[in-house]
């Protein structure tokens, strides 16, 4: 690790370099240098990510932009050049590393401990999606192409039903008939952008409360990170994504499916704070807010239900059937916003009759 180390401008020498996070894509390290500083070192997934010198150019425009408009410096994510001046370092394996100052006194949460811990990130990925706003959004390079296409996703499910190439097939029936079943009102979203009846915004596309940081002092929401996925999208991607993973009442692989549902609370909370932050919403917009929370899940499920069929090549896994288990957590979810659908519209209902 060294050296990939001794390519970025560091201050002081490393100490020590370990695994670090719950990322399920990039390796991640902290690093502590003889001065005290702290990094982040990553590994991006090649198997992710086709373009990553693209993916680089898109996280130095984003951070620059961000930067521009934060007076906090642990309010945005800042690069760490390498000695040649780059933003990334491709080693002899052709593996890319990046290098980003740590975010000190900040706090990382896989579940919100309270519906202000919610709110805060609705905030701050609201804010985020406001500041990029004004971003040239046809400067970005598509790192995922497809990334929310839920109808390509399913083409995607189907190539790995065909392939069969882990022999797992004859395990997920149950899943599989779940999903086809919901295949046409999963790809609504999808025909209102083709349709131009939703608009594209620049979007961060992976709101997990997780790539978001809070501030130890006073746990407000400091610092939205993981910005790979930064891509045109819709603000129902960010809503919905954010939903299905911190407004579940059970962890995103919990196995215990009773436990898995949607909490209306906090579907409240994190609407009341997201709808403000990210100002402008039109009222279609508004409107399609449940449908994608209840997208994200259901194409999440099918993200995990096909990376198991081939083998656990995309997610870290931590354990046998990690892949199956999240996808049908994910199912459950799905199934309770379905249940919970005329509610979450009542909950959206009053922003609709007051936007423009
Ligand atoms: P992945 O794409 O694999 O999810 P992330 O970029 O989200 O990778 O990073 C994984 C984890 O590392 C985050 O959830 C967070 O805990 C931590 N992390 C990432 N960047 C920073 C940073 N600049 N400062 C402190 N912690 C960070
Ligand atoms: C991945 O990178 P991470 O762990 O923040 C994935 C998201 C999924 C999420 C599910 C680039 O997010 O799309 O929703 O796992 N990121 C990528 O937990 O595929
Ligand atoms: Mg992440």
Redesign the pocket.
């Known amino acids: 690790m060294n050296q990939v180390l001794e390519q970025f401008c560091l201050e002081g020498s490393p100490l020590s370099c370990a695994p670090y996070g ?5 390796l991640t390290f902290a690093v502590v240098t003889d001065t005290g500083r702290r990094y982040i070192l990553q590994r991006l ?1 090649r198997v ?2 086709a373009d990553i010198p693209g993916l680089m150019e898109n996280v130095a425009m984003v951070t620059g932009h961000l930067a521009a408009k934060c007076s906090d410096p642990r309010g945005c994510l800042h690069l760490v050049p390498t000695r040649d001046n780059a933003f990334f370092y491709r080693d002899a394996d052709g593996e890319y590393w990046r290098v980003y100052d740590f975010v000190e006194d900040s706090l990382c949460l896989q579940t919100p401990e309270s519906p202000e811990d919610f709110r805060q990130s609705a905030l701050a990925f609201g804010r985020f999606q406001h500041q990029l706003s004004d971003f040239p959004a046809e400067k970005l390079h598509e790192t ?1 192409p497809n ?1 929310h296409n839920t109808p390509d996703r399913y083409r995607k499910l189907r190539l790995a039903v065909q392939a069969n190439r882990a022999g797992r097939l004859a395990e997920v029936g149950p899943e599989l008939s779940f999903l086809f079943y919901r295949e046409e009102k999963a790809g609504t979203l999808q025909h209102l952008l083709e349709q131009g009846r939703l608009p594209l915004r620049v979007t961060h ?2 709101t ?1 409360l ?2 978001v940081l809070f501030d130890i002092s006073d746990r407000t929401a400091l610092c939205v990170i ?1 910005l ?2 930064v891509m045109p999208g819709l603000v129902a991607y960010d809503f919905g ?1 954010s939903i299905r ?1 911190g407004a579940s009442t059970a962890a ?1 692989d919990e196995t215990d499916l009773t436990k898995v549902g949607l909490s209306l609370e906090l579907f409240e909370v994190y609407a009341r704070g997201f709808i403000p932050a990210c100002g402008g919403l039109s009222r279609e917009e508004l409107e399609s807010l449940p449908l994608g929370a209840l997208t ?1 899940t259901l194409e ?1 499920g099918m ?1 995990f239900l096909t990376d198991y069929l081939d083998g656990d090549v ?2 870290r896994i931590s354990r046998p059937g990690h892949n199956l288990d ?1 996808c049908r957590a994910q199912l459950r979810l799905a199934r309770d916003m379905e249940e919970k659908w005329p509610l979450m519209m009542e909950i959206i209902r009053p922003y609709m009759e007051t936007a423009g």
């Open positions: 719950e990322g399920h894509i990039n997934s992710a990510f995922i990334f596309n992976d997990k997780n790539n993981d790979d996925t994504d993973f995103e994200m999440n993200r995309y997610y999240r």
